[in-house]
């Protein structure tokens, strides 16, 4: 893995989330759903995604630490690979030898999300055994005020207490392509809008209309 000059995705909300638009909130989220599509199209489960697993290079994030990752057909159940408890989906907390899917990967990458649009830890102040209780009853971080209705309904759908509801990688990827779309749009408007009413106060309030969201994700992540 190279040398990830931003450190891991917590590291990098805590130092950069004041900055960060949320133009670059859509792209780091697509990035990683990128990256989790690309391991379920070949039939690989990681098993332990949460924020620590994720390196951020120059700004772009990569996932990292294949330590408990086998294909799909394979068991991936002993309790010393559990991972950290915010990301762990209810069926797994309910039964510690249950065989981790790309399911499993989806409820995390759900946790995820919700923690690009807030800049926290999943449950930060709470203990670890409360933790495990409010995951069993189905009780979720609370969505961050002002975050796109439609975002918010991607990561809700990812962590949904029934794993057979839960969306496939693809479907997050492509959910994600449309909320980034609707947001360029968005600022777009906001921006010609703004330009009609008075030109000097789209200084004053920094419109960004960010572009490079649509680029092609790095091909070069690779499975190890």
């Given at each position: 893995?190279?040398?990830?000059?931003?450190?891991?995705?917590?590291?990098?909300?805590?130092v950069?989330?004041?900055?960060?638009?949320?133009?670059?909130?859509?792209?780091?989220?697509?990035?990683?759903?990128?990256?989790?599509?690309?391991?379920?199209?070949?039939?690989?489960?990681?098993?332990?995604?949460?924020?620590?697993?994720?390196?951020?290079?120059?700004?772009?994030?990569?996932?990292?630490?294949?330590?408990?990752?086998?294909?799909?057909?394979?068991?991936?159940?002993?309790?010393?690979?559990?991972?950290?408890?915010?990301?762990?989906?209810?069926?797994?907390?309910?039964?510690?030898?249950?065989?981790?899917?790309?399911?499993?990967?989806?409820?995390?990458?759900?946790?995820?999300?919700?923690e690009?649009?807030?800049?926290?830890?999943?449950?930060?102040?709470?203990?670890?055994?409360?933790?495990?209780?409010?995951?069993?009853?189905?009780?979720?971080?609370?969505?961050?005020?002002?975050?796109?209705?439609?975002?918010?309904?991607?990561?809700?759908?990812?962590?949904?207490?029934?794993?057979?509801?839960?969306?496939?990688?693809?479907?997050?990827?492509?959910?994600?392509?449309?909320?980034?779309?609707?947001?360029?749009?968005?600022?777009?408007?906001?921006?010609?809008?703004?330009?009609?009413?008075d030109?000097?106060?789209?200084?004053?309030?920094?419109?960004?209309?960010?572009?490079?969201?649509?680029?092609?994700?790095?091909?070069?992540?690779?499975?190890?």
């Amino acid at each position: 893995m190279q040398f990830a000059n931003n450190g891991n995705l917590r590291e990098y909300l805590s130092v950069n989330f004041p900055r960060l638009q949320w133009s670059d909130k859509l792209g780091i989220a697509k990035n990683i759903a990128c990256g989790l599509n690309f391991l379920h199209k070949y039939n690989i489960v990681h098993g332990n995604i949460h924020a620590k697993n994720i390196l951020v290079h120059d700004g772009k994030p990569m996932i990292a630490d294949f330590g408990v990752s086998k294909l799909m057909k394979s068991d991936i159940s002993s309790a010393r690979s559990i991972g950290e408890i915010p990301y762990i989906e209810p069926e797994r907390l309910t039964n510690y030898s249950h065989k981790r899917d790309e399911k499993s990967d989806i409820y995390s990458l759900g946790v995820i999300l919700w923690e690009i649009s807030s800049g926290k830890r999943p449950f930060e102040f709470v203990q670890e055994r409360e933790i495990i209780s409010y995951i069993l009853n189905g009780v979720r971080e609370t969505p961050v005020k002002d975050t796109q209705t439609e975002y918010v309904e991607i990561y809700k759908s990812c962590w949904n207490q029934d794993p057979t509801i839960r969306p496939d990688a693809s479907l997050v990827l492509d959910r994600l392509e449309k909320v980034t779309q609707h947001h360029q749009l968005t600022q777009e408007h906001n921006l010609i809008k703004c330009k009609k009413m008075d030109p000097s106060l789209c200084n004053v309030f920094s419109i960004r209309i960010d572009y490079s969201l649509s680029e092609t994700v790095d091909s070069s992540l690779t499975v190890s």
